[in-house]
């Protein structure tokens, strides 16, 4: 499954692309840092955390825990994921970006939609149900902070990072989400079969990397690829209603498509 291409397979205006780019994460910064880590955020994002909780367990699927303490024991793995966790997010994403549109220009467009309606959704998630990660839990739910016990490249405790990242910004989880995205974007332009399997080999292992590095919950994750099934559907809406108004007769100023920041 793949959205329509465009049915101008044309590059478009990398200037234009880094501009948007640029202006999509001012915007996504501000308001996933909106609350902070401060103490009014830290009690609404604990009792989030608990109705999330509370949800597994009646489910039957709280057992993050659980599994985190099945790798524990091997500080090499837990090691390779909190780096795994602490590159891939910005890294695979803005490469699977950027290979789209210089090497496949025609699903570059429809992939970029669906990658910033995700995220738009995303960040309403963070504005409204600011969530506690487990790794932040209080020690009698039995997560391990691995980033801080293990280590990696870095910890949320250091440097700028307490001042630059919202801590509660977890539901849903964009870094699956991103990872389901760049796996399904590089399915969708693979032509040999290894590299498809590479390309749902990745949000898979991003999906175990999340839950053992006590960084989301299992609820956190269905959110994420629930936003990437909305941010698909709503590309598809817009490329729709696009086509139907190039198809449908009427004045037009020249080259008012060009103007069109989301153009599909």
């Given amino acids: 499954m793949s959205p329509r291409p465009s ?3 044309s590059r478009p205006s990398w200037r234009k ?5 640029a202006a999509f994460y001012v915007v ?3 308001i996933r840092d909106l609350r902070g880590t401060r103490p009014v955020s830290a009690s609404l994002a604990f009792a989030n955390a608990r109705k ?6 009646t489910l039957g699927v709280f057992r993050e825990a659980q599994i985190q303490h099945w790798v524990l024991h091997d500080r090499l793995v837990v090691e390779a994921l909190d780096v795994w966790y602490a590159t891939t997010h910005f890294v695979v994403t803005a490469a699977v970006l950027i290979g789209l549109f210089f090497r496949h220009p025609s699903a570059y467009r429809p992939w970029r939609n669906i990658l910033a309606f995700s995220t738009a959704v995303a960040l309403v998630g963070f504005a409204v149900f600011p969530l506690m990660p487990p790794r932040l839990l209080p020690s009698a739910y039995g997560f391990t902070d691995t980033l801080k016990t293990v280590g990696g490249l870095w910890d949320f405790d250091s440097g700028p990072m307490p001042h630059i990242s919202d801590q509660f910004a977890a539901m ?3 870094h699956f989400a991103w990872a389901l995205w760049s796996g399904l974007a590089l399915f969708a332009v693979a032509r040999r079969r290894w590299a498809k399997i590479a390309a749902l ?6 999906l175990v990397c999340v839950i053992v590095t006590a960084n989301h919950y299992f609820t956190d994750t269905v959110a994420g690829a629930g936003i990437v099934a ?8 817009w490329s729709s209603r696009r086509s139907l108004r190039l198809l449908t007769p009427g004045p037009q100023a020249p080259g008012a498509d060009l103007l069109d920041p989301l153009d599909p």
């Fill in 17 to 21: 692309e880094v501009a948007l780019i």
């Fill in 201 to 206: 080999a990745y949000p898979a292992v991003t």
């Fill in 230 to 237: 909305a941010g698909y559907a709503a590309s598809a809406a």
């Fill in 52 to 57: 999330v909780i509370s949800l597994e367990r």
């Fill in 28 to 30: 996504y910064t501000a």
């Fill in 172 to 174: 849903p989880s964009l």
């Fill in 7 to 9: 049915a101008v397979p």
